[in-house]
């Protein structure tokens, strides 16, 4: 039987990296992956030119059951060490917004930066090979592959989440954790464009195809960027980023214009103007097409000297605050992320071990740790990985 130190299940952006950090240590590393290919979604990310970190990583950028779980492996491997990385690669980058960088070219460039690194540092590959079962003997672990019977001192766990089924998700670290008695917090898409009912959509439907920047909230939480209207409801970075808070049954309410003070703007205008359609004066804050629909919907009769003060409050009232009522998500297949995985309650914060399992690792997307959208959450795969492959 081929006996290893370090067994990696999963060859994407969190188990490749786990591997390379335990190859550099002198561990006799293998990284397994059922797909073809590996790292297919670093491929496919930033619209292939991979957000590969976020200058502002803090541990307040991720959700979990527990806030503070992400902050020890945040700390021991920064959004600067891996861009030190991608410095010495001679891949070519740039600050999109918001701490977001990207590659200049393909995102190809960072798969191939990790193969390379994990090659260097004397670590095996094997792909489309499955894993079917994970069992304890002894200290160390029994690995049965599509390929045969495998020992492992450790077994580091980076199988992702439930996202994107066609690109290889399997679900099957969620499995293996429960196997091994650990906890999980419940998983749903996170990173996901919001869906409407039929009277919702009779609405946004028509508007498909629009941007338009604003403040989405759920709660006290809230986004300020794009936001996007599509045939099935809305998408784009505000909507992705409040998915990941929102749940059914909640509303979320809309900011068209976030920054202007709609109210004392239509006042004002009314003075100097009144005798314009109401739609004509929106247009200082909305598309065309948005400004007639906000007209529609606030059921107002008239130009703009035909309303009172009362009334136009009312109108200030419903683009600062339109409530939309999502029915759901797109759900996994477009999903960029699983929220929720196994629970940190059983994991150890410093080296991603399972508190009951010594040398079972569990890193990347399939932890209870998701971040928002901008690099957030590959750096979570490059800090757990780096983590678990330090001790492992
Ligand atoms: P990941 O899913 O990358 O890898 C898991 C691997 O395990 C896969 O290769 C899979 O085939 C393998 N596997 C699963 N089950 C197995 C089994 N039973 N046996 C063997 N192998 C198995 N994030 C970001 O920070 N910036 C960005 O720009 C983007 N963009 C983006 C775009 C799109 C379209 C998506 C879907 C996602 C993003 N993300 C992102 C999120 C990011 O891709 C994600 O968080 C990381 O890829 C997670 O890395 P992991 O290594 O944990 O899982």
Redesign the pocket.
């Known amino acids: 039987m081929e006996s290893y130190d370090v067994i990696v299940?999963?060859?994407?952006?969190?188990?490749l990296f786990a591997g390379a950090t335990a190859a550099r240590r002198g561990r006799r590393v293998l990284v397994?992956?059922?797909?073809a290919n590996?790292g297919?979604?670093?491929r496919?990310?930033?619209g292939g030119r991979?957000?590969f970190t976020n200058l502002n990583t803090r541990p307040d950028r991720f959700l979990s059951e527990n806030p503070r779980f992400a902050a020890s492996a945040l700390a021991g491997f920064t959004p600067r060490d891996f861009l030190a990385k991608v410095e010495r690669a001679g891949i070519a980058y740039h600050e999109k917004t918001l701490g977001q960088l990207f590659c200049d070219g393909s995102a190809r460039q960072i798969v191939d930066l990790l193969l390379r690194d994990l090659r260097e540092a004397g670590g095996d590959l094997r792909l489309s090979t499955?894993?079917e079962s994970v069992d304890r003997v002894g200290e160390g672990f029994k690995v049965l592959t599509g390929a045969g019977l495998l020992q492992a001192g450790s077994v580091i766990v980076?199988?992702?989440?439930k996202?994107?089924p066609k690109m290889?998700?399997?679900g099957?670290g969620y499995r293996l954790a429960e196997q091994f008695g650990l906890r999980l917090v419940e998983t749903r898409p996170g990173l996901v464009p919001l869906t409407f009912g039929p009277d919702q959509l009779e609405h946004l439907a028509p508007l498909s195809g629009l941007s338009v920047s604003g403040r989405v909230s759920v709660g006290k939480t809230r986004f300020d960027e794009a936001l996007l209207f599509t045939h099935r409801g809305l998408s784009g970075p505000a909507i992705l980023q409040i998915s990941s808070y929102w749940r059914e049954g909640e509303e979320i309410l809309l900011d068209l214009a976030p920054e202007r003070p709609v109210g004392a703007e239509l006042r004002e205008a009314r003075q100097k103007q009144g005798r314009v359609a109401l739609r004509t004066v929106l247009g200082a804050f909305l598309p065309e097409r948005l400004a007639r629909l906000m007209e529609g919907l606030s059921g107002l009769q008239g130009n703009l000297a035909d309303q009172n003060n009362a009334k136009l409050d009312q109108l200030a009232g419903l683009i600062h605050g339109w409530r939309l009522k999502p029915t759901g998500s797109e759900g996994y297949r477009t999903a960029?992320?699983t929220l929720g995985g196994v629970s940190t309650a059983d994991l150890d914060a410093k080296t991603l071990q399972a508190r009951a399992v010594p040398g079972l690792f569990f890193v990347?997307?399939?932890v209870d740790v998701t971040?928002w959208l901008g690099?957030?959450?590959?750096q979570w795969?490059w800090a757990s990985g780096f983590a678990a492959g330090q001790v492992a």
């Open positions: 299940l999963g060859a994407g952006a969190a188990g397994i992956d059922h797909a590996p297919e979604k670093i496919i990310s930033g991979c957000n499955s894993v980076a199988t992702g989440g996202s994107i290889g998700a399997t099957f960029e992320v990347g997307e399939v971040g690099g957030y959450n590959f795969a």
